[in-house]
């Protein structure tokens, strides 16, 4: 058991406090255009909206050692000659006192050696298109020290694809200024590019270069460049190459004395037709980037920006905070579990350590799942977003699987027809309405595959997600599942036997008949809840329809989707089950359990029950609940892409963290308080922090998986940062273990706790009102809410009417012991 560091909870910091962690620990820079992840030694990389076509830095995935290239800095003592990196790498040379503190959008990284403390504190100020990194260098010795300090990035020709397969050209391209210190990255700004980036000091260099082998020196790597050995750089100006970004100060400390340097790394685009200075001549023009640039090289403009920073997020997570029996509880939901959503908002699943940052764009299911976890902070960005999401849906209902960022058209090149996606809408806009009450964004017109002229209301496009199902079905009654399902590795329909071939994108096999139960328990739970929109909106017959419809699935879900003691997974291509004891392998799976039961199927017969003792025997670990049992021990060619993984890992039957909520919320439909904050508690990355180097990702956030029990490496996660996981979770435990969830009249109050907690304390942001919420509960019981006190008066069931914009109100809930 090993930690590598500890959350300091005051701060809404996790502090590391050895530099050699199992993987890069990363934070994000940046939460509106410009983003950068920065590992726990400052590795990483920035960009400018998307991380695949405005790269602003290089970095090298999967290298040796890891995490290679990023926002460095040297030291170099002149009387020695002695020198190290203050934040280990590339340098790795032995620090004293190393600390990295990754806090909401900043990282501050620090060590000391030989006396001299350095500590970098990076952010990316609100409003703005650069980074800063803020260097405060303290002399601790009892004598002066003449120090070189050097930067050092390299640049990315913009495109990252391109950049890193397309050398007979790249090498040829490169092109920098350097005018008075300040460093211009502007290959391509001759041509179609009207940005380029910048890399500014605040102190008088002694010296910079721009062409990565003079600053190394040949055949040198990052952790030994001969201009940081010999203390001297060259001043060299890259023509083609690898153009980088270094700058060398030189400063004299007296004992005990303290100096900031700031150097600002930033991106900036000029008119079209004013990119020169003289007009006609190939120099940047400079004079709307220079007093942005002026500015932030003054520490009070720094400082400001800072706590502006701070203050922004105190401010969105003040929406809700949560004072639970849990530590773990209280830590994720205030501070990090919330992040994350942010971070998944803002970035979808583009850029992480495992995200390359130029495979995938925004993805169609996936954001309107993230939208449920970053709704309630920010919920004019998430009308936007729905918006924008529902504008590349397809005429017929349909949807591309993901969307550009930039142009946000979307984009079929990574596979299209995954009959659940368009479904995934209907949720976001009913988490959106319940939390604002902004029923008008229903009648919002909104175009289908962006093609203008073709706006219908977003009400119309929510009826075609739903119909969309309705005329794709199977055998059973139940949705045909297409390419896949959620499981994007469930491809029943690919028969896909030539290697290399991507299971996203092959031509599908037609004629078969293969149905998926999850599809068909998220129809029923989007048709329940389309119908609540629809009553809302004045269209009742509209409601009965899609009553009806849901009724319909049930029924078909309990005939067809039953298999006894759980829900089956799918029929495939040749209508065999998928996830049924008659199976061999793969025969309960976690999906259809977790989905169906959330749509309310089988809460009334015992099927629910029994699904989720089969949950307990069967799939759950100590590490969290595998996606199903047993693994696949082989290729089998009509399940597609989740065979493919060796057993335990990813969507072979590894714990795949994204679905672990959803039995969650279906524990505590079945009213299993203790069950749900087992369950909860066991993939909260919080929680196993204790067991960081079995774990290995970082503590503070969800990953996507987490290896299986078959793997060898069972417990150990992968995939960190960019997944649903962070939304889920943030659902499950604040609106189904807690119950504090929106509705459409109101706050409802509906907890299931375990036996053994006495209550909590919640203050909520909802609709402009604060709930200061208090539950009471004996110890040693269970039960649902029976008592329920609003401002002093008591009121019948569990729902707080919506107060105006403004109010205080204060909730007091008892539960008291069922039967
Ligand atoms: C992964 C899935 C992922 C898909 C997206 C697959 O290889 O296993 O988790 O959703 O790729 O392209
Ligand atoms: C990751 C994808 O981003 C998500 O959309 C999918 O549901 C899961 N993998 C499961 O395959």
Redesign the pocket.
């Given at each position: 058991m090993a930690r590598f560091g500890r959350f300091d909870d005051a701060a809404r910091e996790y502090v590391i406090s050895r530099p050699d962690t199992p993987l890069p620990w990363i934070n994000y820079l940046g939460c509106e255009d410009y983003f950068g992840i920065i590992s726990n030694t400052a590795g990483g990389y920035s960009f400018y909206r998307d991380a695949r076509l405005r790269r602003l830095t290089r970095y090298r995935y999967n290298n040796a050692p890891l995490d290679m290239g990023g926002r460095y800095l040297y030291l170099r003592d002149g009387s020695s000659g002695e020198l190290w990196s203050p934040s280990w790498q590339p340098v790795r040379a032995e620090l004293e006192d190393y600390r990295c503190r990754h806090g909401l959008g900043y990282t501050a990284i620090g060590g000391r050696r030989a006396g001299i403390d350095a500590e970098t504190l990076y952010f990316v100020p609100l409003g703005e298109t650069l980074e800063i990194w803020r260097t405060r260098l303290t002399n601790q010795r009892t004598e002066s020290a003449d120090l070189s300090l050097f930067s050092a990035i390299e640049f990315c020709l913009w495109d990252a694809w391109d950049d890193a397969t397309n050398f007979q050209r790249n090498y040829s391209t490169g092109e920098v200024e350097v005018v008075d210190g300040v460093i211009y990255h502007k290959t391509e700004y001759r041509e179609r590019r009207n940005h380029f980036a910048y890399f500014a000091c605040s102190a008088e260099l002694a010296g910079f270069d721009t062409q990565r082998d003079v600053f190394l020196g040949p055949y040198r790597g990052w952790e030994h460049p001969i201009a940081v050995e010999t203390g001297h750089s060259s001043d060299s100006i890259a023509h083609g190459w690898a153009p980088c970004g270094s700058h060398h100060v030189e400063l004299s400390l007296q004992p005990g004395e303290t100096r900031d340097v700031v150097i600002l790394l930033g991106y900036a685009e000029n008119p079209t037709d004013a990119k020169f200075d003289p007009p006609g001549s190939q120099t940047i023009d400079k004079r709307l980037v220079l007093p942005v640039i002026d500015r932030y090289r003054r520490t009070d403009a720094v400082d400001a920006a800072f706590q502006r920073l701070r203050d922004h997020w105190d401010e969105l997570l003040e929406t809700l905070q949560v004072s639970t029996p849990s530590e773990h509880v209280d830590r994720m939901v205030n501070t990090w579990n919330a992040y994350q959503c942010m971070v998944t908002f803002n970035l979808s699943?583009s850029a992480s350590s495992f995200e390359s940052g130029i495979g995938?764009g925004m993805?169609f299911?996936?954001s309107n799942?993230d939208l449920l976890g970053f709704v309630h902070m920010a919920p004019e960005r998430a009308r936007e977003r729905i918006l924008d999401i529902a504008a590349t849906q397809l005429p017929g209902g349909g949807a591309y699987h993901q969307y550009q960022p930039l142009t946000k058209a979307g984009n079929d090149s990574i596979g299209a027809g995954f009959h659940d996606d368009p479904l995934w809408l209907i949720l976001a806009v009913a988490a959106y309405v319940k939390e604002t009450g902004d029923g008008a964004v229903l009648d919002e017109p909104v175009p289908y595959d962006n093609d203008p002229g073709s706006q219908s209301p977003l009400y119309d496009h929510l009826q075609r997600s739903l119909s969309y199902t309705q005329e794709r079905l199977g055998p059973h009654g139940l949705p045909l599942i297409g390419r896949?399902d959620?499981?994007?590795?469930l491809n029943l329909n690919c028969f896909s036997d030539t290697p290399g071939e991507s299971f996203q994108t092959t031509e599908n096999r037609r004629g078969g008949v293969a149905e998926s139960v999850f599809i068909a328990g998220l129809f029923a739970l989007a048709a329940a809840e389309l119908a609540m929109l629809a009553e809302r909106h004045g269209r009742c017959d509209d409601a009965v329809g899609y009553r009806r419809a849901q009724a319909t699935m049930d029924a078909a879900v309990r005939s067809g989707g039953w298999d006894g003691a759980w829900f089956r997974r799918a029929y495939d291509y040749f209508g065999n089950p998928v996830g049924s004891s008659e199976n061999e392998e793969g025969q309960i799976f976690i999906e259809p359990q977790g989905m169906c039961i959330l749509a309310g199927i089988g809460l009334d017969d015992g099927k629910a029950e029994a699904a989720l003792a089969s949950v307990a025997s069967r799939l759950a670990t100590p590490h969290g609940i595998v996606l199903h049992q047993p693994a696949y021990t082989r290729y089998h060619v009509e399940l597609g892409e989740i065979s493919t993984y060796p057993p335990g890992y990813k969507?072979n039957a590894g714990v795949?963290c994204?679905t672990n909520p959803w039995i969650v919320i279906a524990e505590t439909l079945a009213g299993n308080g203790d069950r749900a904050l087992d369950y909860y508690l066991r993939i909260n990355p919080s929680a196993r922090e204790p067991i960081s180097d079995l774990h290995r990702c970082e503590p503070y956030v969800y990953s996507?998986v987490i290896a299986g029990r078959d793997a060898p490496t069972h417990g150990e996660a992968k995939n960190s940062w960019l997944?649903?996981t962070a939304a889920w979770n943030l659902v499950a435990v604040t609106g189904w273990i807690l119950g504090i969830r929106p509705d459409h009249d109101g706050l409802r109050i509906d907890p299931c706790l375990p036996a053994d907690w006495d209550g909590f304390t919640v203050v909520r942001r909802f609709r402009g009102a604060r709930y200061h919420i208090t539950v009471t509960k004996s110890p040693g019981t269970q039960g649902r809410v029976s008592r329920l006190v609003v401002d002093g008066r008591q009121i019948d069931g569990n729902l707080v009417p919506a107060a105006p914009a403004g109010a205080t109100v204060t909730v007091e809930a008892a539960i008291r012991a069922a039967g």
């Amino acid at each position: 058991m090993a930690r590598f560091g500890r959350f300091d909870d005051a701060a809404r910091e996790y502090v590391i406090s050895r530099p050699d962690t199992p993987l890069p620990w990363i934070n994000y820079l940046g939460c509106e255009d410009y983003f950068g992840i920065i590992s726990n030694t400052a590795g990483g990389y920035s960009f400018y909206r998307d991380a695949r076509l405005r790269r602003l830095t290089r970095y090298r995935y999967n290298n040796a050692p890891l995490d290679m290239g990023g926002r460095y800095l040297y030291l170099r003592d002149g009387s020695s000659g002695e020198l190290w990196s203050p934040s280990w790498q590339p340098v790795r040379a032995e620090l004293e006192d190393y600390r990295c503190r990754h806090g909401l959008g900043y990282t501050a990284i620090g060590g000391r050696r030989a006396g001299i403390d350095a500590e970098t504190l990076y952010f990316v100020p609100l409003g703005e298109t650069l980074e800063i990194w803020r260097t405060r260098l303290t002399n601790q010795r009892t004598e002066s020290a003449d120090l070189s300090l050097f930067s050092a990035i390299e640049f990315c020709l913009w495109d990252a694809w391109d950049d890193a397969t397309n050398f007979q050209r790249n090498y040829s391209t490169g092109e920098v200024e350097v005018v008075d210190g300040v460093i211009y990255h502007k290959t391509e700004y001759r041509e179609r590019r009207n940005h380029f980036a910048y890399f500014a000091c605040s102190a008088e260099l002694a010296g910079f270069d721009t062409q990565r082998d003079v600053f190394l020196g040949p055949y040198r790597g990052w952790e030994h460049p001969i201009a940081v050995e010999t203390g001297h750089s060259s001043d060299s100006i890259a023509h083609g190459w690898a153009p980088c970004g270094s700058h060398h100060v030189e400063l004299s400390l007296q004992p005990g004395e303290t100096r900031d340097v700031v150097i600002l790394l930033g991106y900036a685009e000029n008119p079209t037709d004013a990119k020169f200075d003289p007009p006609g001549s190939q120099t940047i023009d400079k004079r709307l980037v220079l007093p942005v640039i002026d500015r932030y090289r003054r520490t009070d403009a720094v400082d400001a920006a800072f706590q502006r920073l701070r203050d922004h997020w105190d401010e969105l997570l003040e929406t809700l905070q949560v004072s639970t029996p849990s530590e773990h509880v209280d830590r994720m939901v205030n501070t990090w579990n919330a992040y994350q959503c942010m971070v998944t908002f803002n970035l979808s699943r583009s850029a992480s350590s495992f995200e390359s940052g130029i495979g995938r764009g925004m993805g169609f299911r996936d954001s309107n799942q993230d939208l449920l976890g970053f709704v309630h902070m920010a919920p004019e960005r998430a009308r936007e977003r729905i918006l924008d999401i529902a504008a590349t849906q397809l005429p017929g209902g349909g949807a591309y699987h993901q969307y550009q960022p930039l142009t946000k058209a979307g984009n079929d090149s990574i596979g299209a027809g995954f009959h659940d996606d368009p479904l995934w809408l209907i949720l976001a806009v009913a988490a959106y309405v319940k939390e604002t009450g902004d029923g008008a964004v229903l009648d919002e017109p909104v175009p289908y595959d962006n093609d203008p002229g073709s706006q219908s209301p977003l009400y119309d496009h929510l009826q075609r997600s739903l119909s969309y199902t309705q005329e794709r079905l199977g055998p059973h009654g139940l949705p045909l599942i297409g390419r896949a399902d959620w499981n994007d590795c469930l491809n029943l329909n690919c028969f896909s036997d030539t290697p290399g071939e991507s299971f996203q994108t092959t031509e599908n096999r037609r004629g078969g008949v293969a149905e998926s139960v999850f599809i068909a328990g998220l129809f029923a739970l989007a048709a329940a809840e389309l119908a609540m929109l629809a009553e809302r909106h004045g269209r009742c017959d509209d409601a009965v329809g899609y009553r009806r419809a849901q009724a319909t699935m049930d029924a078909a879900v309990r005939s067809g989707g039953w298999d006894g003691a759980w829900f089956r997974r799918a029929y495939d291509y040749f209508g065999n089950p998928v996830g049924s004891s008659e199976n061999e392998e793969g025969q309960i799976f976690i999906e259809p359990q977790g989905m169906c039961i959330l749509a309310g199927i089988g809460l009334d017969d015992g099927k629910a029950e029994a699904a989720l003792a089969s949950v307990a025997s069967r799939l759950a670990t100590p590490h969290g609940i595998v996606l199903h049992q047993p693994a696949y021990t082989r290729y089998h060619v009509e399940l597609g892409e989740i065979s493919t993984y060796p057993p335990g890992y990813k969507e072979n039957a590894g714990v795949f963290c994204h679905t672990n909520p959803w039995i969650v919320i279906a524990e505590t439909l079945a009213g299993n308080g203790d069950r749900a904050l087992d369950y909860y508690l066991r993939i909260n990355p919080s929680a196993r922090e204790p067991i960081s180097d079995l774990h290995r990702c970082e503590p503070y956030v969800y990953s996507q998986v987490i290896a299986g029990r078959d793997a060898p490496t069972h417990g150990e996660a992968k995939n960190s940062w960019l997944t649903g996981t962070a939304a889920w979770n943030l659902v499950a435990v604040t609106g189904w273990i807690l119950g504090i969830r929106p509705d459409h009249d109101g706050l409802r109050i509906d907890p299931c706790l375990p036996a053994d907690w006495d209550g909590f304390t919640v203050v909520r942001r909802f609709r402009g009102a604060r709930y200061h919420i208090t539950v009471t509960k004996s110890p040693g019981t269970q039960g649902r809410v029976s008592r329920l006190v609003v401002d002093g008066r008591q009121i019948d069931g569990n729902l707080v009417p919506a107060a105006p914009a403004g109010a205080t109100v204060t909730v007091e809930a008892a539960i008291r012991a069922a039967g």
